[in-house]
């Protein structure tokens, strides 16, 4: 049972209700769309958290405020296209912010 449905079943169980119960979503920034991964190589190496309703320019400046006062489009990593500054995203997207402006290591 526990093979073929991944676990149990709690965990999502219990991941479900507090993101819905908080009205948040997941969403992956990446910097290689193709990828899915950071400047590194790493796979999907960030989850954030946002509240439901979230736009793709929002997205930028919780990243970083750089990324936001820079932000030019999206991209979702999934379909290839091109998202504008007002698109609402989905939870479970996979993003990556083409910005004007990089974010400054630190």
């Known amino acids: 049972f526990m093979e073929r449905f991944g676990g149990t ?32 190589g790493n796979i ?19 990243i970083h405020t750089e990324l936001g006062e820079g932000f030019l489009h999206a991209i979702d990593a999934k379909t290839k296209s091109r998202l504008g500054a007002d698109h609402v995203l989905s939870d479970g997207d996979i993003v990556k912010i083409v910005s004007t402006r990089k974010k400054q290591a630190r």
């Open 9 to 40: 079943g709690v965990q999502r169980i219990i991941n479900t209700a507090v993101l819905d119960a908080l009205d948040m979503i997941v969403v992956y920034p990446v910097e290689d769309p193709v990828r899915m991964c950071d400047s590194s």
């Open 44 to 62: 999907l190496p960030d989850a954030i958290l946002a509240r439901r309703g979230v736009t793709a320019r929002e997205l930028a400046y919780m």
